[in-house]
């Protein structure tokens, strides 16, 4: 989607309202997805479609195939999910429980999407970045390394679990492989795996064993690269393109397309949101 044509999406935003979804909890999320949309075209395409604002730094004719359309949803779809984020008295958002090992996990029937990264990659912050619709869910933000040490369970409403897994590297909990690889393998409402990457120092001997983790359970995961506000725009462009060839020639269950975010100025926290619901089907008509 260019830059010049999110115009039209916006003046058809504008004259939308409530009908985008149902009741007070959709108006809510509409109102603070029109604060958005009130941005330059050239801020909204950076907050909204970071990859698409990168692969303009790119020189025409020689710009790489970044798979930019394969989740290419409209302004309309993505200010529809923002009402799933969005907590209210018929749409509670909350934590719901803590485990050790599969068995001691909530059977849950709703589909379920969960998070896991190297520890210090920034995945607790990005969990909160997703919540910010949701200020009362408690999302503990650590500066030391492996905080999370337990499989974390968070009730979106009735629409889907968000599951916050612990970071693996330093300080990852010892019986970390048992409790993950057991989740990964078993869990049966388990959607897709969001495997975080941090960009400014690209994939990692971790991340490369987590990677081949999910590659021989068959696991359909996706690659978030985190921190993309703490790089020059050259180191960053230069890292996009390692971990995009990475994606395209050595993976075969990683979602195509690269999902850049910072949990600090919110870049990219909208179109992931669009991309959960979308996965967990529920932008379905």
Known sequence: MAAHRLRPCVGRLFGMGPELGSGRRAYSAFQAFTEVLRLPSKQLTKLVFPLQELHGHFVPGSRPDLHLNIFHPSLEDIARAESFFTASA???IEYLTSAVRLDHAPDLRRPE??????SNVGKSSLIKALFSLAPEVEVRVSKKPGHTKKINFYKVGKHF???????????APEDFVDM???YLKERKNLMRTFLLVD???GIQK???IAIEMCEEFALPYVMVLTKIDK???GHLLKQVLQIQKF????????????FPVSAMTCSGIHLLRCFIADITGNLDY
């Open 161 to 171: 679990t968000l599951v916050d897994m612990p970071g693996y590297g330093y300080r």
């Open 247 to 258: 994606v395209d020639t050595k993976t075969q269950g990683c979602f195509p397309q690269l």
């Open 206 to 208: 971790a991340d490369s």
């Open 199 to 201: 960009s400014v120092v």
């Open 113 to 118: 999407v969960c998070f896991i990264g190297r």
């Open 180 to 182: 993950v690889e057991t």
């Open 231 to 233: 790089s020059s725009k």
């Open 90 to 92: 018929r749409n509670r």
